[in-house]
């Protein structure tokens, strides 16, 4: 039972934050679900216990990581439905500092990365009968902030992909769509909302006054995979508690 009842899901950066709230989520209503990240960030301790999740340790930056995630999918639930793009990382440097490689890495985790997933579950995808893809972007796919050049440029990449993907992939039944989380409680920003003051000001500078959880993004992800959110493709969804109102 449950609004995922029966599906097999994917949910990418599954070791903190969004992604182990939604894989968590997922699986409590009633998806099978393979949470993915990185060896060595307590992927299996994250859901130790939890009924419905299998772990997979694999960095999405690996050339083979879209088959591989894929085909580890396949492996354990027999069918795939829903792939959640949601790892990512945040990498902060002025266009005058960052370097090559912060570049790089920002680029391959949080857009190459999920081209390739997502090209890659397209024929697992065309055989369900309610093929999802939902994947992170942020509210900075849309604004920007000092430091945040790659960020932003990899965002407002997966916005414009995504929206692609709607288009191409919408004859086979599959939706695409991304969330816009605002400024959300979890391992990325542990340190500078470690800082009160910093917390305060980003919690004032919302409608609803008060930082997201994780759990808020995960109810907002779990809509698009779910069948409520039949007829909506191609579609941003912002989750911000008002952040991004002025
Ligand atoms: P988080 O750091 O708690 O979680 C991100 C996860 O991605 C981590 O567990 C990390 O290990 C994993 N990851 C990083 N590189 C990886 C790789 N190469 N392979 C596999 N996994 C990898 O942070 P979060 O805020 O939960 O981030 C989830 C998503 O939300 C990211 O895409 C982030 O950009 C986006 N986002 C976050 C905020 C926010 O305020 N926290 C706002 C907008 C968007």
């Not at 492996?75 to 090559?100: H, K, P, S």
């Not at 790089?104 to 857009?111: E, M, R, S």
């Not at 470690?194 to 409608?207: C, G, H, L, S, T």
Request: aromatic share 6%; with cysteine.
């Amino acid at each position: 039972t449950g609004r995922l009842a029966g599906r097999a899901a994917i949910v990418t950066g599954a070791a903190s934050g969004i992604g182990r709230a939604s894989a968590q989520l997922f699986a409590a209503e009633g998806a099978q679900v393979l949470a993915v990240d990185l060896p060595d960030r307590g992927l299996p301790v994250a859901h130790d216990g939890v009924d419905g999740v299998r772990c997979l340790e694999k960095s999405v930056r690996d050339a083979d990581a879209g088959t591989a995630i894929v085909a580890a999918a396949v492996e354990a639930f027999g069918r795939l439905d829903i792939v959640f793009n949601n790892a990512g990382v945040g990498i902060n440097a002025l266009t005058t500092a960052m370097t090559a490689e912060q570049w790089d890495t920002t680029i391959a985790v949080n857009l190459t990365a999920v081209f390739r997933l997502c090209q890659a579950a397209v024929p697992e995808l065309q055989k369900s009968d309610a093929p999802r893809i939902v994947n992170t972007a942020s509210v900075m796919a849309r604004f920007t902030d000092y430091g945040l050049p790659a960020y932003c440029a990899s965002k407002a990449g997966v916005a414009g992909l995504t929206r692609t993907l709607a288009l191409e992939l919408g004859k086979f039944g599959i939706t695409a769509n991304y969330i816009e989380p605002g400024a959300i409680q979890t391992g990325m920003t542990a340190e500078s909302f470690a800082n009160e003051e910093i917390a305060a000001i980003w919690a004032k500078k919302a409608a609803l006054r008060r930082l997201g959880r994780p759990e808020d993004i995960a109810r907002g992800a779990l809509f698009l995979a779910s069948d409520d959110a039949a007829f909506v493709t191609g579609h941003g969804l912002v989750v911000d508690g008002g952040l991004t109102l002025r």
